[in-house]
Nanobody, 124 residues
């Protein structure tokens, strides 16, 4: 399973970006897909997740500003990021796994497959 993330860039505070993650897996619809991020000098942190049935969860820091979605026909997951803040600056990673249990959705170690990361920089 290969994941290819894209869509990062430089944006001013208050702006928007949409990240994409294309997955080379014909059973994509069965996978739980998540976004994590890692800021310089910090640990990787959970951002959002979407399960195979479409249920979504968000971290408190992005809830209401970010939206995760998936297009099973395109084997792609998206992260729409609005009202961006400088503290959202990080490398964003998409992750996939076929069998993440509910209690581990926010745990990076629960995911077997990772994209290469895409840098999001929010200027103040």
């Amino acid at each position: 399973v290969q994941l290819q993330a894209s869509g990062g860039g430089l944006v001013q505070a208050g702006g928007s970006l949409r990240l994409s993650c294309a997955v080379s897996e014909h059973t994509f619809s069965r996978y739980t897909m998540a976004w994590f991020r890692q800021a310089p000098g910090k640990e990787r942190e959970f951002v959002a997740v979407i399960r195979s049935g479409g249920i979504t969860y968000y971290s408190d820091s992005v809830r209401g500003r970010f939206t995760i979605s998936r297009d099973n026909a395109k084997s792609t997951v998206y992260l729409q990021m609005n009202s961006l803040k400088p503290e959202d600056t990080a490398v964003y990673y998409c992750a996939a796994d076929g069998g993440v249990i509910l209690s581990s959705l926010r745990n990076a170690q629960a995911y077997d497959y990772w994209g290469q990361g895409t840098l999001v920089t929010v200027s103040s």
